[in-house]
Each structure stands twice: as C-alpha cells, then as structure tokens.
C-alpha cells in the first residue's frame, strides 16, 4: 500500500508539471474594477469587507467582542497587581507619547479616508489601540482607568457595535446612502461610517484589554 501511495504522489507531481492549469477566460472585466464600481470607494478592500462580505464583517466585530468579555471573565477571579512599575525614564516617555501622537494621527487619518486609500477601520482601531498602550506603558494605571471610567468608554464601545450592526444590517436589506463622487471623502454611502464605528469599537476595546492585563499581569 506505500508503494500506491508513492506511485500517486509521483503522478500527481509529474501532472502539475506537464499539464499546465487552464486559464479562466475573463476578457475586458475586471473584477477589481466593479468592487469599486459597485461600492463607490477607491480602495477596493473596503469595498469587499463592507459591502461584498458585510454579514462575515459582522460577526467579525461580534467576535471581538466576545473576546474582550472572554478576558474579563477569565481574569474576575485574579488578584490585582498591588504595584505595577511604569517607564519612568525620560527617554522612553518622551519616545513613548511621540510615538502614540503619531499612531492616535495614523488612526484618525485611516478611520476617515480608508474607503479612498488602504487603511480602514479595522486598521486604524489598531493604530488607535498602540497609541493607547504607548500612554499606558508611560502613565499611572489608576490614571488611565479613571479617564476610561470618565468618558465612559466602555459605554461608547458597545454603543458603536450596536450601530454599526444596525447600519450593516440596514446596508445588506438593499438600502444604502448615495454614493457620490468617486474618490472624494464624501463616497462610498455607508462605508465610511462603518469605518469609524468599526475604528472606535477596535480602539475602545484595545483599551479595556490593555487596562485589564496591566492591572492582573503587570506591564506586558
């Protein structure tokens, strides 16, 4: 029964080798070029993550979601760290805050125009989330907590999942806002707002779990 099994894999390399794959045939249409058409957005990822795949961008976000409230639930039952050392040299804050300028600007600037250049909001929840972890690293962790607990931030997270599911759902019922110009900011009818919402519920959330494994783990 080996010998059949080597004889197949042979046959099957010497067929990869010989005979090349038929080609699809497609002509003049480009599939890039009607995910723009139909979405009204230059970047066509955003196109295809919030209009051609929206229901699995959905669950995308629930998922996030559920891990947060995983990270919570699994670290209830902990200790806090009685004392969490921070960066205390000059250097690595003055490096740490430029650094966390740059990413929160880097955010803002991909969660407005990620429909029209890459980005989007899923990255810039990212670049939001490391200028919130540069802070941490740097600050008193009682500080960072009581400015989430001040602007209530753990509200506005599920404020913005839950609009943009009922925008998504919305968009996938066939109703959608006016396209408009394409390229300019004003383009791509619901996309840019599912942007931020998907940017802020990213950001919010990175900062709920930094907030967590500081207070349980100490400086990650």
Same mark, same amino acid.
């Given at each position: 029964m080996?010998?059949?099994?080597?004889?197949? *894999?042979?046959?099957?390399?010497?067929?990869?080798?010989?005979m090349?794959?038929?080609?699809?045939?497609?002509?003049? @249409?480009? %599939?890039?070029?009607?995910?723009?058409?139909?979405? *009204?957005?230059?970047?066509?990822?955003?196109?295809? &993550?919030?209009?051609?795949?929206?229901?699995?961008? %959905?669950?995308?976000?629930?998922?996030?979601t559920?891990?947060?409230?995983?990270?919570?639930?699994?670290?209830?039952?902990?200790?806090?760290?009685?004392?969490?050392?921070?960066?205390?040299?000059?250097?690595? %804050? $003055?490096?740490?805050?430029?650094?966390?300028?740059?990413?929160? #600007?880097?955010?803002i600037?991909?969660? $407005?125009?990620?429909?029209?250049?890459?980005?989007?909001?899923? +990255?810039?929840?990212?670049?939001?989330?490391? +200028? #919130?972890?540069? %802070?941490?690293?740097?600050?008193s962790?009682?500080?960072?907590?009581? &400015?989430?607990?001040?602007?209530?931030?753990? $509200?506005?997270?599920?404020?913005?999942?839950? #609009?943009?599911?009922i925008?998504?759902? #919305?968009?996938?019922?066939?109703?959608?806002?006016?396209?408009?110009?394409?390229?300019?900011?004003?383009?791509g009818?619901?996309?840019?707002?599912?942007?931020?919402?998907?940017?802020?519920?990213?950001?919010? *959330?990175?900062?709920?779990?930094?907030?967590? @494994?500081?207070?349980?783990? *100490?400086?990650?």
């Open positions: 080996k010998w059949l099994y080597i004889a197949a *894999g042979v046959a099957l390399f010497v067929k990869m080798l010989l090349p794959n038929p080609a699809a045939e497609w002509g003049e @249409f480009s %599939i890039v070029g009607s995910i723009v058409e139909d979405a *009204g957005v230059t970047n066509a990822v955003s196109g295809i &993550i919030f209009r051609n795949r929206l229901y699995d961008t %959905i669950f995308e976000v629930v998922v996030f559920i891990a947060i409230l995983g990270v919570k639930f699994l670290l209830a039952n902990e200790q806090p760290i009685e004392v969490v050392d921070q960066f205390s040299d000059r250097p690595s %804050i $003055i490096l740490a805050r430029l650094g966390a300028t740059i990413s929160a #600007i880097v955010a600037e991909l969660a $407005i125009r990620g429909h029209l250049s890459p980005g989007g909001g899923f +990255a810039a929840g990212v670049a939001g989330g490391t +200028a #919130i972890g540069l %802070i941490a690293i740097t600050s962790s009682q500080l960072m907590e009581t &400015i989430y607990k001040k602007w209530n931030a753990a $509200i506005w997270e599920k404020i913005s999942v839950l #609009i943009f599911i925008l998504a759902v #919305i968009t996938l019922s066939g109703i959608e806002l006016p396209h408009g110009e394409l390229g300019t900011l004003l383009s009818g619901m996309i840019p707002l599912l942007n931020i919402l998907v940017a802020i519920k990213v950001a919010l *959330g990175s900062w709920a779990v930094i907030l967590l @494994f500081i207070r349980y783990r *100490g400086l990650l």
